[in-house]
């Protein structure tokens, strides 16, 4: 496992809330990260408590940050036979475009503080 921190646009629907087997919801998403090449990397990501609260909250097309602990996979593509990876991520912190807008104070606001 390593820790990380990517970003990208949630894809596959809404993100999901469920139940696990101890009564603890926790939600799951889907979202892609663009590489440098341009190609796009598809992200799984599930998240509990604080972090699943503001991932349930998203929609499909939401731009996403996310970090914690991660782990890569690989397959091949069912249709093409290309050879694919994606990342799974255990969400320790999610941070969305809502959040940070409003986090950010106006201009007229900083320069007076």
């Known amino acids: ?3 990380v921190l990517i970003g990208g646009k949630l894809v596959a629907g ?3 809330v469920r139940t696990g087997k101890n009564g603890q919801p ?3 998403a889907k979202f892609a990260a663009v590489q440098d090449d341009g190609e796009r990397v598809l992200v799984s ?3 509990f408590n604080e972090a699943g609260e503001k991932l349930a ?3 499909k097309a939401d731009d996403i940050v996310c970090s914690g602990r991660a782990s890569v ?3 091949l593509d069912k249709t093409t036979g290309e050879p694919k990876a994606g990342v799974r991520i ?3 912190h999610i941070l969305s475009q809502y959040e940070l807008a409003g986090r950010r104070k106006p ?3 900083e320069g007076s503080a």
């Open 14 to 16: 809404d993100p999901e």
């Open 1 to 3: 496992m390593m820790t």
């Open 73 to 75: 996979s690989a397959w």
């Open 90 to 92: 255990v969400a320790e």
């Open 57 to 59: 909250r998203l929609k």
């Open 26 to 28: 926790y939600t799951t």
């Open 107 to 109: 201009k007229a606001e």
């Open 45 to 47: 990501v599930i998240a």
